[in-house]
């Protein structure tokens, strides 16, 4: 995997922690948004659709901080928008590293030659680089020619000043197995870390609903992916759980935990994850693990979740599962995931609503055909 044994070390012991505390639900990594705007309007992105003033807010270093301090979670993701642009990211990447947290800077890499020097190679700081797929794809995915090169460019810089960089990859309907593990493949010779890959999450918000996958599309492409890198003999590296990359391969019934990945953004403590934006907000992070209802939402709950499968629902789950099951963890570790059997048993999707704000029975839920194919 793509993790350094150190990052694992370190959230291994947090984790630790938080079970000798018997603290059911628990951070592994903050989503911090501190802003929504971007120099790119791609497909399948929700998160660009605000107004002007709202596009125009920036999240001070101050609450920025005092953000990572209260959740306490041991990994930052900073995403956005585009973070590059907001002037003060030095110092509130120079804040969380200050604190020893490990923090992901995620960029699609189009400011980051211009911007580097205002950042110093750490252990606790890597690069997210939005890749979507090889040149065409990617340019396609980002509504603009070109960035493909620019971000390669800046992997290759980055690199060569020694810092920590992974690429950020996430799959839309009319993927090319081929050519997704030829990317993959590519990718390893950049030097960077590892892939964190996952299925697009279907915005309401998104300018395109066409680009989406269902669950079992979804599952389908990746086991297909897999086959080929191990048909290749390729050594991809994923910066994710083995565990989660068995759910991708439809190996594990999973529901999500959205408390693992909390979002703090220039509106204040998203509930109840990074995916759903229309939910409310809390004051604090301590108001939002406990207002959220969090019994109101996942698949066969909501139907807003009915079809996600993104890392930041799944991957805690997968690393619970990991702590109650480490054979089963090590044997996928060591072997990769399941391609050829049968899938896992899906949760039934929800395609009615909360009706008088009580969740439906799950017995009472109906099934649909989950691609809507």
């Given at each position: 995997?793509?993790?350094?044994?150190?990052?694992?070390?370190?959230?291994?012991?947090?984790?630790?922690?938080?079970?000798?505390?018997?603290?059911?639900?628990?951070?592994?990594?903050?989503?911090?948004?501190?802003?929504?705007?971007?120099?790119?309007?791609?497909?399948?992105?929700?998160?660009?659709?605000?107004?002007?003033?709202?596009?125009?807010?920036?999240?001070?270093?101050?609450?920025?901080?005092?953000?990572?301090?209260?959740?306490g979670?041991?990994?930052?993701?900073?995403?956005?928008?585009?973070?590059?642009?907001?002037?003060?990211?030095?110092?509130?990447?120079?804040?969380?590293?200050e604190?020893?947290?490990?923090?992901?800077?995620?960029?699609?890499?189009?400011?980051?030659?211009?911007?580097?020097?205002d950042?110093?190679?750490s252990?606790?700081?890597?690069?997210?680089?939005?890749?979507?797929?090889?040149?065409?794809?990617?340019?396609?995915?980002v509504?603009?020619?070109?960035?493909?090169?620019?971000?390669?460019?800046?992997?290759?810089?980055?690199?060569?000043?020694?810092?920590?960089?992974?690429?950020?990859?996430?799959?839309?309907?009319?993927?090319?197995?081929?050519?997704?593990?030829?990317?993959f493949?590519?990718?390893?010779?950049?030097?960077?870390?590892?892939?964190?890959?996952?299925?697009?999450?279907?915005?309401?918000?998104?300018?395109?609903?066409?680009?989406?996958?269902?669950?079992?599309?979804?599952?389908?492409?990746?086991?297909?992916?897999?086959?080929?890198?191990?048909?290749?003999?390729?050594?991809?590296?994923?910066?994710?759980?083995?565990?989660?990359?068995?759910?991708?391969?439809?190996?594990?019934?999973?529901?999500?935990?959205?408390?693992?990945?909390?979002?703090?953004?220039?509106?204040?403590?998203?509930?109840?994850?990074?995916?759903?934006?229309?939910?409310?907000?809390?004051?604090?992070?301590?108001?939002?693990?406990?207002?959220?209802?969090?019994?109101?939402?996942g698949?066969?709950?909501?139907?807003?979740?009915?079809?996600?499968?993104?890392?930041?629902?799944?991957?805690?789950?997968?690393?619970?599962?990991?702590?109650?099951?480490?054979?089963q963890?090590?044997?996928?570790?060591?072997?990769?995931?399941?391609?050829?059997?049968?899938?896992?048993?899906?949760?039934?999707?929800?395609?009615?609503?909360?009706?008088?704000?009580?969740?439906?029975?799950?017995?009472?839920?109906?099934?649909?055909?989950?691609?809507?194919?």
């Amino acid at each position: 995997m793509g993790i350094p044994l150190v990052q694992s070390y370190r959230i291994g012991r947090y984790i630790l922690e938080q079970k000798l505390k018997r603290n059911k639900r628990y951070p592994l990594v903050l989503m911090l948004e501190p802003l929504f705007q971007c120099n790119l309007a791609c497909a399948g992105c929700g998160k660009i659709d605000y107004s002007a003033d709202i596009l125009r807010k920036r999240m001070s270093v101050e609450d920025a901080l005092a953000a990572v301090d209260e959740c306490g979670a041991p990994v930052v993701s900073i995403p956005g928008g585009e973070p590059l642009i907001h002037k003060e990211m030095p110092q509130i990447v120079k804040g969380i590293v200050e604190r020893k947290k490990f923090v992901y800077l995620c960029t699609n890499a189009l400011l980051l030659e211009q911007k580097i020097h205002d950042y110093e190679p750490s252990p606790y700081l890597t690069f997210s680089i939005h890749l979507d797929g090889n040149r065409d794809r990617h340019d396609e995915s980002v509504c603009r020619d070109g960035v493909f090169d620019k971000a390669i460019a800046a992997i290759k810089k980055a690199r060569q000043l020694g810092f920590r960089v992974t690429a950020n990859c996430t799959l839309y309907a009319g993927e090319d197995p081929d050519d997704v593990a030829d990317f993959f493949d590519y990718g390893m010779t950049l030097g960077i870390e590892g892939m964190m890959v996952s299925p697009g999450y279907s915005y309401e918000h998104a300018p395109r609903q066409d680009v989406f996958m269902g669950r079992r599309k979804s599952k389908t492409l990746f086991r297909e992916i897999f086959k080929r890198g191990r048909l290749r003999g390729s050594k991809w590296r994923f910066n994710q759980s083995s565990l989660f990359m068995d759910f991708l391969a439809g190996n594990q019934t999973f529901q999500c935990t959205p408390w693992a990945n909390p979002t703090y953004n220039v509106f204040g403590w998203q509930k109840p994850c990074y995916l759903l934006v229309d939910e409310g907000y809390a004051d604090s992070f301590e108001e939002l693990m406990a207002t959220t209802e969090w019994d109101r939402y996942g698949t066969g709950v909501n139907p807003k979740c009915d079809n996600c499968m993104a890392h930041c629902g799944y991957e805690g789950t997968a690393v619970e599962q990991m702590i109650a099951n480490p054979l089963q963890a090590l044997r996928v570790f060591v072997f990769g995931p399941d391609l050829d059997g049968e899938m896992a048993p899906e949760l039934p999707v929800l395609h009615g609503g909360l009706a008088d704000g009580v969740a439906i029975p799950i017995d009472h839920i109906g099934t649909i055909d989950r691609d809507g194919d």
